[in-house]
């Protein structure tokens, strides 16, 4: 059974960094997109950033270039949100998932294309003004 766990939310004030972890396990985890996404209350999910399989195209949201960077560890099944300079804004629920269906190396943010597929429960991040 595929599982996947986020940590690493918290508390930060605005400008302060957070990491976020996803460990991944139950799935041949080389041949998945992996994609970070957050919610805040009565808003769709939203695409933050996305890795393509084997290490492929990385795309990010307008919003987050230049202040996060996603990256994957396929030795150890996980991925990783480096959150740098954060906003008010940047308050959510950020949650992993992982989609085999992107053509290899491939991935897209648009999270209705990712909902039929692998998701963690997610790991709160607030910022502070």
């Known amino acids: 059974e595929a599982q996947l766990v986020e940590s690493g939310g918290g508390l930060v004030q605005t400008g302060g960094s957070l990491r976020l972890s996803c460990a991944v396990s139950g799935l041949t985890f080389d041949d998945f997109a992996l994609g970070w996404f957050r919610q805040s209350p009565g808003k769709e999910p939203e695409g933050v950033s996305c890795?393509?399989?084997?290490?492929?195209?990385?795309h990010y949201a307008d919003s987050v270039k230049g202040r996060f960077t996603i990256s994957r560890d396929n030795t150890k099944k996980m991925a990783f949100l480096e959150m740098k300079n954060l906003k008010p804004e940047d308050t959510g629920v950020y949650s992993c998932a992982a989609d085999p269906s992107f053509t290899a190396g491939y991935c897209g943010l648009r999270a209705s294309a990712w909902l039929k597929h692998f998701w963690g429960q997610g790991t709160q991040v607030t910022v502070s003004s």
């Open positions: 890795i393509g399989s084997n290490d492929g195209i990385i």
